[in-house]
């Protein structure tokens, strides 16, 4: 059932075409599966917004806070689908970059995973104020595409995630 | 439940090619030629063939981010006529001559030597011809669509509003309506089959319908149960189809009385993994006075939930479609193409109709 072109699976929204986004999307399909840990070492070194700190050591991500589930087991299916929930912890509860906070653990994950993975971040129960709406827009795909077409908050993501391209190989 | 192994297979006919290098938003096929149009971000609309399955044109430099939505004007003859919509917060109109060997292009005179020179390899690889832009929304236009006359042009976007354009003259557009009463993003709209009703669905989680009273465009329906993002609504066609046989002939003639009654249904399907069937409850008629200068009752519409479509998906359901032939395709993120039968039921149960959901069929890198 899979005769769609590997070019059509490359996930968008993105920034602009890199070579690690290339392979990871290419390659290493379904090989090997993908455990928590593999998720929270490409998730960790994202720098916070504001701070010179990276996501991890501000325990805003946190390995017992993501969850992979298979969603289609369907028999006979040639590649079923991965749910990935990352759950995120805002260092204060009012914190105004939750969104953006966010944003770039999404955009690092469909990045980095194979396109079967189905990547839900969302904010981890009462730890922020407004987590209702932040989780619906994170969940939006058209404002998540919309707000990745942003010269502004595309050059804020872009240093969030500066720390992380090293990590491929 | 009847077995589902009656009900239509899917196999893939065909992968567009060259596709484009990044999300294909939307695809939309031509009302009359074997054209399909599909819409991509990187900000360009493509032109496929549904005969060979391959690209005949490219349309770029129209807008500066993603192509969300396109629509086809429909009732045209000899040429075609595609509105676009931008998450530039724009809308596009643009003209192409039908070029087939039935249809030979009509010969451009007179020629603007000037213009030809600067250009020529542009204008003569794609023949499409930008008509006007329809600037008014303050952000991402994620939907238009076209009345079934052709004449109105409706728009909606992110900025919670949904605009009417009339078509007053050539590439002439104006402004007939801007309705703001959503509370979030409208994602999609759509026009009634046979009336100048427009329904829209939204982030706030509401479908609204909305039509003219007395030169007044105002909401006219509010239809509430999603319990989330409402990403798309269709229209039934015209005629009705439900499979199979009545049991009973007269609980069929009861259905398609009350079906004639409410005229087409109303689609929709959202972020809370439904779909949603939603019927007009026709206002019974009351005999009005010739001498009254006060209009009797509103323009307000009756419309009820009828039914929900079987649960299949397991992502959220972005788009949904009413066929001709009565049967209903939706798609989502979960990458599945389900396909719904309406038939006849054949129980002691009040309903008369029940709806089945078909096979799926797992499409990778649909979303």
């Not at chain 1, 595409?145 to 720390?163: Q, S």
């Amino acid at each position: 059932a899979t005769t769609v072109p590997s070019s059509a699976y490359i996930p968008d929204p993105f920034l602009p075409p890199s070579s690690d986004s290339d392979e990871s999307s290419g390659d290493d399909d379904s090989v090997e599966p993908i455990d928590e840990q593999e998720i929270y070492d490409l998730i960790s070194p994202i720098s916070d917004p504001e701070h010179p700190l990276t996501l991890g050591s501000l325990s805003v991500v946190n390995l017992p806070d993501i969850h992979l589930t298979p969603t289609f087991p369907e028999k006979g299916s040639a590649s079923p689908l991965t749910t990935l929930t990352v759950l995120i912890t805002p260092t204060i509860t009012h914190c105004s970059l939750a969104t953006v906070i966010g944003l770039g653990v999404r955009v690092r994950l469909e990045q980095a995973l194979p396109p079967r993975f189905r990547v839900d971040v969302r904010i981890k129960e009462g730890t922020h104020s407004t987590a209702e709406q932040v989780n619906r827009q994170l969940g939006d795909k058209e404002r998540v595409a919309a707000a990745l077409e942003n010269g502004t908050l595309l050059g804020v993501l872009r240093k969030m995630l500066e720390g992380c391209e090293n990590l491929e190989t | 439940m009847p077995s589902s192994s009656s009900l239509p297979k899917l196999s893939l006919l065909s992968t567009l090619t060259p596709s484009s290098p990044s999300r294909a938003w939307l695809t939309a096929p031509h009302p009359t030629l074997p054209l399909l149009a599909t819409c991509s971000s990187d900000k360009s609309v493509r032109i496929y063939s549904l005969t060979s399955f391959t690209l005949l044109s490219t349309i770029t430099g129209g807008h500066k981010r993603s192509v969300r939505t396109c629509a086809w004007k429909p009732n045209l003859k000899g040429e075609s006529v595609l509105a676009t919509g931008s998450f530039d917060a724009s809308v596009g109109i643009w003209r192409r001559y039908d070029t087939d060997d039935l249809n030979p292009k009509p010969v451009i005179a007179p020629v603007d030597f000037d213009a030809r020179d600067e250009n020529i390899d542009e204008y003569d690889e794609d023949e499409w011809r930008f008509a006007i832009v329809l600037d008014g929304h303050e952000s991402e236009v994620k939907s238009v669509a076209w009345s079934t006359a052709g004449n109105l042009l409706a728009t909606c976007s992110r900025d919670k509003s949904v605009w009417i354009w009339e078509e007053v003259g050539d590439d002439d557009y104006e402004t007939i309506a801007v309705l703001q009463e959503h509370e979030g993003d409208v994602k999609c709209v759509a026009w009634h089959p046979e009336e100048e009703l427009l329904a829209s669905a939204s982030y706030d989680d509401d479908i609204r319908l909305w039509r003219e009273d007395i030169d007044d465009w105002g909401c006219v329906g509010v239809l509430r149960g999603h319990d989330s993002t409402v990403w798309c609504v269709q229209w039934e066609a015209l005629t009705p189809n439900i499979y199979g046989e009545a049991e009973k002939l007269d609980v069929k003639e009861k259905w398609m009385k009350r079906r004639e009654a409410s005229g087409p249904r109303l689609l929709s399907c959202s972020d809370d993994l439904s779909i949603r069937v939603w019927r007009r409850n026709p206002k019974e008629k009351v005999p009005q006075s010739r001498l009254s200068i006060i209009r009797s009752g509103s323009s307000e519409e009756d419309w009820i939930e009828e039914t929900r479509l079987p649960v299949v998906h397991s992502r959220p359901i972005y788009s949904v479609a009413w066929s001709k032939s009565g049967r209903i395709v939706s798609t989502g993120g979960d990458g599945s193409i389900v396909v719904y039968e309406e038939r006849w039921r054949h129980s002691g149960t009040g309903t008369e109709t029940t709806m089945l959901g078909a096979r799926r069929d797992t499409i990778d890198g649909v979303e």
